[in-house]
């Protein structure tokens, strides 16, 4: 059983470019949730995701950035117009229910020069 | 509660030796708290949880201890190996939401 899968796992981007990064949840798995960690810090929650629904964005700044997990492929995470400021590691998790567990992928690396 | 800081404590243990890793969390309401371990380069891996109606939880090697009154957990690995060096961070979820909030992670180093 695969574990949640991310990628890119390293993406750099120029300032004012986009980036998409994507994530396909554990198998049966319906919950789909993305954090953000920069160096030496925790994870921050940014959204939670269940299948064509944004169940809580509260953690997701409130311009350039969106989220979405449609109903056929993955999720993705997306930020427009990147700044220097994006640079950190973007972890997507994923559960089969409700305040179940939560899986960690690797993680997508983006670097903004 | 929030991870803040850009300087991680760290802890040193000889190989072998049993170390034990603490977290104080913020919130009474929550209700649920996972430990996760973090390699270089790596996303976090599982590694215990425990419910709030708990206040101990073994696993293969390592315990978890919840302690309500003074809103404290903590992580204990026994006999360490050189792959347990790693960093070590708390999460804890508030009753009725479906997020994690992270401490601020203990940097685990084993010595040989």
């Known amino acids: 059983n695969a574990g949640v899968m991310q990628n890119p796992r390293h993406l750099v981007r120029r300032r004012g470019q986009e980036a998409r990064l994507r994530c396909s949840p554990m198998k049966g798995h319906s919950h789909v949730y993305w954090y953000r960690q920069l160096p030496e810090e925790g994870l921050k929650f940014m959204v939670y995701?269940?299948?064509?629904?944004?169940?809580?964005e509260s953690g997701m700044p409130k311009e350039r950035f969106s989220a979405e997990f449609p109903k056929e492929g993955p999720s993705i995470l997306r930020i427009q117009q990147v700044v220097r400021g994006d640079s950190a590691a973007y972890f997507c998790a994923s559960s089969p229910w409700v305040l179940d567990t939560i899986y960690f992928g690797e993680g997508s690396w983006l670097t903004v020069v | 509660g929030e991870s803040v800081g850009l300087h991680l404590p760290t802890l040193s243990v000889q190989e072998g030796d049993n170390s034990i890793i603490n977290c104080a969390y913020s919130?009474?309401?929550?209700?649920?708290f996972i430990w996760y371990k973090q390699e270089s380069g790596k996303g976090p891996q599982f590694i215990i949880d425990i419910r709030s109606n708990m206040d101990k939880r073994q696993g293969q090697r390592v315990t978890v201890l919840l302690n309500k009154t003074v809103k404290h957990l903590s992580l204990q690995i026994a006999a360490t190996q050189p792959g347990d060096s790693a960093v070590y961070f708390c999460?804890?979820?508030?009753?009725?939401?479906?997020?994690?909030?992270f401490g601020q992670g203990t940097r685990l180093t084993i010595n040989p």
């Open positions: 919130n009474s309401a929550s209700d649920y």
């Open positions: 999460a804890e979820t508030v009753k009725g939401a479906q997020k994690l909030v």
């Open positions: 995701l269940q299948k064509e629904n944004i169940i809580d």
